[in-house]
């Protein structure tokens, strides 16, 4: 199981992302990207049910996500922070999403939320250091079976 990507969404634009490997040949619009992300996760809970989808399954790729409020300063209501973290598509996903990949992401959006609770979330440059963070909780699940071997030897 392979991390490709992973990052923090709000408003429907990307607050945070950190890309581990490609994951399309073109180049892609990032907020274009976003906000489709952000409306397929709302109707996912609008339609469904509040934490009932987990993930999106597709034929090369998985995006997992969280879903947490936020209080940004220019608002009087939390507003939702999504966590989310896209993965190459593997048999038997659910066991790794739940023990590994699910815990991962709630504890990004912990950190997240304690260090930026209040601030203006829309001048996104000042989260550049927060990548860091990622990297640190995914550690090794960001690298290919290669590079883990290049690592040992």
Do not use: C, W
């Not at 509040?50 to 209080?71: R, S």
């Not at 973290?85 to 996903?93: G, H, M, Q």
């Not at 601030?119 to 090794?140: A, W, Y």
């Amino acid at each position: 199981m392979v991390v490709r990507e992973a990052g923090l969404l709000f408003r429907g634009f990307t607050v945070v992302k950190k890309s581990y490997h490609k994951t399309s040949l073109g180049k892609i619009d990032v907020d274009l990207r976003s906000g489709l992300l952000t409306a397929f996760l709302n109707f996912a809970e609008s339609a469904f049910s509040q934490g009932l989808v987990e993930y999106f399954e597709g034929k090369k790729f998985t995006i997992a996500f969280i879903g947490d409020k936020i209080l940004s300063d220019n608002s009087n209501e939390p507003e939702l922070l999504i966590s989310y973290a896209i993965l190459d598509k593997e048999k038997k996903i659910d066991k790794y999403i739940q023990k590994i990949v699910q815990p991962s992401l709630h504890k990004i959006l912990k950190e997240f939320k304690s260090l930026n609770t209040g601030k203006n979330l829309s001048q996104v440059s000042q989260f550049r250091n927060f990548k860091q963070n990622l990297d640190k909780v995914f550690g090794t699940d960001t690298k290919t079976i290669d590079q883990k071997l290049k690592g040992i030897l």
